[in-house]
């Protein structure tokens, strides 16, 4: 390629590849635009420290810049073409870091890195190409000059050949982790990723000083090792995933008072008020501690769709946001609800991520489909905790329909409701304190949700504020 600009029109398209940062970085360097550079030499994490430890010939950077320009200029074969070069990037990366260790690490990649091509990250797996005026300098990473915690957690498909490139984006940007990442692992079942209070560790990455990272996996077959035992408590792991709950109730709640009024909430306490304005059920103190951090990154979200979001002090002052990869929620899409009118299960879904599936009670034809949302969040409808609408109702789209709680509690798992959609006492509790009001509902029939019933020992609550009890209007949901 002839110019920056080129190779800057191919880092939008390309965000993960480290080569084409560095080889931008280097043409900013040439042009004495230091700043820039060092942004790409960030960006391009160990690939700018492979090359610039080495002494790499000149015409095999020439040969990638050309691969470079060929697929940016040839878009009817951009497909093959990336998918070559990214197994061949991969290959590389294996090559220039002999220091990252681990037993069977590279035939684990060799499996898994063609998944890199379909998409499959969770998410700031992607980079952003370089902004103008851009000013940063050294190779500091996400959070330069913040104190990044010791260690952070995330959680990928753990089945084999799945989530591979998370694997491999978490290799290609260590210079950014913090000194252990534990890599939680997610059963799948019928496309979805199911969430639990007790993951287990699938992988971590440990720095180990002078740019070696070690890299265990604790799955016999990915690794053809005999793996130690995790040393992570569960206790620890169950902690970080109540705390993923949390933060996604008060994102979600967040995305949906803007949705209503257009604009985030100044407070915890807008969307806690007297029935209708009960959006939020209750708080905890760990949501009350995060609604700075929050309010910042979905702020940042508005101003800059689809950018990364960088971790601040905000962010890292929180236990839950700092022990989690990049200080961010985990769960980064708000909640929702799913209903499978053919198996008698509502999930509570974030993304393709499972977080609750249980079972329910419906009217058979009777049950609307389509997509609603959560109209009226009402405590005791109609006066009464022990009456035909249970202790909690959730109205649906202000129709006759709602999600509600039962004194027919035989009726759960069958279609004996005239249309509403029945749950038993703990769980259309738990629901309630989960979802906001504004929460989108979608009714199918087989929409394929697992036989598994999902819902922990211990059930998600939070501390209710003002009266939620509606004893104006008395409710005549088809129930």
């Excluded at 210079?175 to 993951?199: A, F, K, N």
């Excluded at 499978?340 to 489909?369: C, F, M, Q, W």
Aim: with cysteine; net charge neutral; charged share 25%.
């Amino acid at each position: 390629m002839n110019n920056s600009s080129e190779l800057k029109a191919y880092v939008k398209k390309h965000p993960d590849n480290k080569m084409g940062w560095y080889l931008l970085g280097k043409e900013y360097e040439r042009s004495g635009q230091t700043g820039k550079a060092n942004y790409c030499f960030n960006r391009s994490g160990e690939v700018f420290e492979a090359f610039e430890r080495k002494q790499v010939p000149a015409d095999v950077l020439l040969d990638y810049q050309t691969k470079l320009e060929e697929m940016a200029k040839d878009k009817a074969r951009k497909h093959t073409r990336y998918r070559k070069m990214l197994v061949a990037c991969i290959l590389l990366l294996l090559m220039l870091i002999p220091s990252s260790y681990a037993p069977g690490l590279a035939r684990f990649l060799s499996e898994t890195a063609l998944t890199a091509e379909s998409g499959s990250t969770r998410p700031n797996d992607t980079e952003e190409a370089v902004p103008a005026g851009t000013t940063s300098g050294g190779k500091g990473g996400a959070g330069a000059g913040l104190d990044m915690p010791a260690e952070a957690f995330t959680a990928i498909n753990s089945a084999k050949g799945k989530d591979g490139a998370r694997i491999i984006s978490l290799l290609k940007r260590q210079g950014s982790l913090p000194e252990q990442t534990i890599v939680l692992g997610m059963r799948e079942d019928s496309g979805w990723l199911l969430w639990d209070r007790q993951l287990k560790p699938a992988v971590t990455l440990t720095k180990a000083g002078e740019g070696r990272t070690e890299v265990q996996s604790y799955d016999p077959e990915q690794c053809s090792c005999e793996p130690p035992s995790p040393s992570i408590s569960t206790a620890k792991v169950a902690a970080w995933s109540v705390g993923q709950e949390e933060l996604a109730v008060l994102s979600s709640a967040m995305m949906a008072y803007r949705t209503k009024h257009g604009k985030l909430p100044e407070s915890v306490g807008e969307m806690m008020g007297d029935f209708p304005n009960n959006l939020l059920y209750g708080t905890t103190p760990a949501m009350e501690m995060a609604f700075k951090p929050i309010y910042q990154q979905l702020a940042a979200r508005e101003q800059k769709p689809g950018g990364a979001v960088q971790p601040d002090g905000d962010a890292l002052q929180h236990p839950t946001l700092a022990a989690t990869l990049d200080a961010q929620p985990f769960f980064d899409e708000p909640l929702r609800i799913v209903v499978d009118k053919s198996k008698h299960r509502l999930a509570v879904v974030s993304g393709d991520v499972l977080i609750r599936n249980y079972r329910v009670g419906l009217g058979g034809d009777k049950t609307p489909e389509g997509t609603f949302v959560i109209s009226d969040k009402v405590v005791n409808p109609n006066g009464k905790s022990n009456g035909e609408f249970g202790s909690r109702g959730m109205q649906l789209s202000d129709t006759n329909y709602a999600i509600h709680g039962t004194n027919e509690p035989d009726s759960i798992g069958k279609d004996e409701s005239l249309g509403c959609i029945r749950m038993t006492k703990a769980d259309v509790e738990e629901l309630f304190a989960l979802v906001p009001a504004g929460t989108s509902v979608e009714i199918l029939q087989g929409a394929g949700l697992p036989d598994e019933v999902r819902a922990p020992e211990i059930r998600y609550t939070s501390k209710p504020m003002g009266d939620q009890t509606n004893p104006r209007k008395v409710y005549h949901w088809l129930h």
